[in-house]
């Protein structure tokens, strides 16, 4: 049974046998060679850093990201944040994972008829093919409503993914109005297909971790994949629509360097590639803020999206905690 959860965390508590989940986690040695860890503790209503000093063997052996842990220690400050100093971690067995998972603020039901919605106003070749990838196979629905869309820096909780793919079709539509020139229908379809992979790419029976699919193929080329494949099972799917909605997929993320196998060259992708950008920068933002403890008018950490300390906007609900109280939707 679970007391006591990251966001009620306090300096000087002390800590015995109170499950985690064990977010991430890397190993250094100190200045005389011995072994230790750091990393990051999450449940649903936030993160918490760790250090482990002189970590047994055995540890090693079967702590991995993913798994939920027993944690026994003590909560300090460092800087400027509270941490989490690791005496022993054992394992657990049968955990609950709605307890260490955040989900999403917004209803999965309500997003799933949005999603349904808007599907429905795609013309054709394309509310055909988008409802043959996501709304016909009820087990691939399910995990496309589920997963996340990143693991830290955005939309990182249950249903972030179909969040984040519903804010940007929305944004989409925006754009194709004020803006010339645009295929409305190809950058809905591509807003809502681009990250799909990413249902494949995360484990979330393991907190978040990487699959093998996520890890020896990747959300891109596997959204690529289903969008061939889906096309080859449709009746005379235009071949010059396959391969502009293929170029979205595979440009999305921008530049090379930040793993798009091609940049974007038409319209459409530049602009899918800027909302992605932008719905994720702005989400990230108030991820940060969310999981921020300052009642200052900065947040007391600074954002690893952006680097610095961020402002809270004035009207801000500062006593709310968003991620903490969705149980319902997981």
């Excluded at 000087?12 to 991430?24: R, S, Y």
């Excluded at 955990?95 to 998972?101: N, R, V």
């Excluded at 809905?188 to 907190?207: P, Q, R, S």
Aim: hydrophobic share 40%.
């Amino acid at each position: 049974m679970k007391k006591t959860f990251v966001a009620e965390l306090q300096a000087g508590q002390l800590l015995e046998h109170e499950p985690f989940l064990l977010h991430d986690a890397i190993t250094r040695k100190t200045k005389d060679g011995r072994d230790y860890m750091l990393g990051n503790l999450r449940d649903k209503t936030g993160l918490v850093g760790f250090v482990y000093w002189d970590v047994p063997e055995h540890i090693f052996r079967w702590a991995r990201a993913g798994e939920i842990v027993l944690i026994t220690g003590r909560a300090n400050n460092y800087k400027d944040s509270v941490q989490i100093t690791v005496t022993d971690v054992n394992e657990c067995l049968n955990p609950d994972l709605a307890i260490f998972l955040p989900a999403s603020p917004r209803p999965r039901e309500a997003m799933l008829a949005e999603l349904k919605d808007i599907t429905g106003l795609l013309a054709e070749p394309w509310r055909t093919l988008v409802t043959h990838i996501l709304l016909s196979n009820n087990t691939f629905l399910h995990q496309f409503s589920v997963a996340p869309a990143a693991r830290k820096m955005h939309h990182a909780y249950l249903g972030g993914l179909l969040e984040h793919s519903l804010s940007m079709a929305n944004l989409a539509h925006t754009l194709s109005d004020h803006y010339p020139h645009v295929n409305r229908d190809l950058l809905v379809a591509g807003a809502l297909l681009h990250d799909m992979g990413k249902a494949l790419e995360y484990d979330v029976t393991k907190g978040f971790a990487f699959s093998d699919d996520g890890r020896l193929v990747g959300h891109i080329v596997r959204a690529v994949v289903m969008i061939e494949q889906a096309a080859s099972q449709l009746e005379d799917f235009p071949e010059a629509d396959l391969r502009q909605l293929v170029h979205l997929v595979t440009s999305h993320h921008g530049t090379l360097e930040w793993g798009s196998p091609t940049t974007p060259k038409t319209l459409e992708a530049i602009l899918l590639h800027q909302i992605d950008l932008l719905d994720s920068r702005v989400q990230g933002y108030f991820d940060h803020l969310n999981d921020d403890a300052s009642q200052d008018n900065w947040t007391a950490k600074s954002s690893p999206m952006f680097g610095t300390e961020l402002r809270y906007p004035d009207d801000y609900p500062r006593s709310s905690q968003p991620l903490a109280n969705n149980a319902e939707n997981e």
